[in-house]
């Protein structure tokens, strides 16, 4: 079981930056990744990242804008966001996978949080 606390989000202008933050306790997952979901649309593959951290995998649509980052000693998973578009606007949510290797599909990942909002106005 695994407990995710997601945290940061806000309402920024297009062209700013944001972090979020994303705090597990519970059980070890392999993978973390950050999805996302815009009103009336489905949750979308954002980032992900494996438990050492060395391994990434993102979505086309925020590569080279967004980074994924882990602190091991902290338990916690980051985003970064920069270059924000008002289409980066959704709910973003943390997740946690046992699958043994970097995913970007929903069905894999065992463990979710509660959301955290994004807003980006143009």
């Known amino acids: 079981q695994v407990h995710l606390v997601e945290s940061g989000g806000g309402l920024v202008q297009a062209g700013d930056s944001l972090s979020l933050s994303c705090a597990a306790s519970g059980s070890p997952f392999n993978i973390y990744g950050w999805f996302r979901q815009a009103p009336g649309k489905e949750r979308v593959f954002v980032a992900a990242i494996n438990w050492s951290g060395d391994r990434t995998s993102y979505a086309d649509s925020v590569k080279g804008r967004f980074t994924i980052s882990r602190d091991v000693a902290k338990d916690t998973v980051y985003l970064q966001m920069t270059g924000l578009k008002p289409e980066d606007t959704a709910v973003y949510y943390c997740?946690?996978?046992?699958?043994?290797?970097?995913?970007?599909?929903?069905?894999?990942?065992?463990?979710w949080g509660q959301g955290t909002q994004v807003t980006v106005s143009s």
């Open positions: 997740a946690a996978s046992r699958y043994p290797r970097v995913i970007t599909s929903t069905r894999a990942y065992d463990g």
